[in-house]
């Protein structure tokens, strides 16, 4: 039973392009969330899926980030036109429960450089 | 002041010793989830509490709900033991986690 899978787990773009994040959750699970870490930051909550439902993207940018999680696949999560300033690591989780009584599992998360 | 406080931020031990890392947070919560991470990887979810204590091997969480006060703690550490332990909140009011600023441990032989 495998766990939380992400792809790619290094990411380098330059300015301006984009970069899709994949993030496969546990077997049975069908919550997934994306989290953010800065360097030298904490992880801070970005968004909360369900199959084809976003359910809170409070802590999502306003512009350029975009997340997914289709019917068949993997989530997404999609920057568009990125900036240095998204330079971090992107961890996502699942859980076989909704709200707030799962258990996470976290992924080995994706890191991202932009030049 | 952030919603969850850990201390401390950097802690030394040497090989065999008893460890213990503080959690406090000013928000009602569902559940509060302790996590590892070593550098450059990933992250390793240890506890998750709402009541009482857990224990796990060596390591060991409890949480005190009235006090808003969880702690973790490390019986005999190793120096595999080194990473950063992360203290997350679940509000009960939504799904998202709050996390601490994390505890960088470093056991030395």
């Known amino acids: 039973n495998a766990g939380v899978m992400q792809n790619p787990r290094h990411l380098v773009r330059r300015r301006g392009q984009e970069a899709r994040l994949r993030c496969s959750p546990m077997?049975?699970?069908?919550?997934v969330y994306w989290y953010r870490q800065l360097p030298e930051e904490g992880l801070k909550f970005m968004v909360y899926?369900?199959?084809?439902?976003?359910?809170?993207e409070s802590g999502m940018p306003k512009e350029r980030f975009s997340a997914e999680f289709p019917k068949e696949g993997p989530s997404i999560l999609r920057i568009q036109q990125v900036v240095r300033g998204d330079s971090a690591a992107y961890f996502c989780?699942?859980?076989?429960?909704?709200?707030?009584?799962?258990?996470?599992?976290f992924g080995e998360g994706s890191r991202l450089t932009v030049l | 002041k952030n919603e969850v406080e850990q201390s401390p931020q950097n802690l030394t031990a040497q090989e065999g010793e008893f460890i213990t890392i503080n959690c406090s947070y000013s928000v009602g919560i569902s559940a509060l989830h302790w996590l590892q991470q070593h550098p450059g990887g990933g992250i390793v979810s240890l506890f998750m509490?709402?009541?009482g204590k857990k224990k796990h091997g060596r390591l060991i969480a409890t949480i005190n709900i009235q006090e808003k006060h969880s702690s973790l703690h490390i019986t005999a550490s190793h120096p595999r033991d080194s990473a950063v332990y992360i203290c997350a909140v679940r509000e009960t009011s939504g799904s998202r986690l709050t996390f601490g600023e994390g505890t960088q441990l470093t056991v030395n032989p």
């Open positions: 899926l369900q199959k084809e439902n976003i359910i809170d």
């Open positions: 989780a699942s859980s076989p429960f909704t709200g707030n009584t799962g258990e996470l599992f």
């Open positions: 077997k049975g699970h069908s919550h």
């Open positions: 509490l709402s009541s």
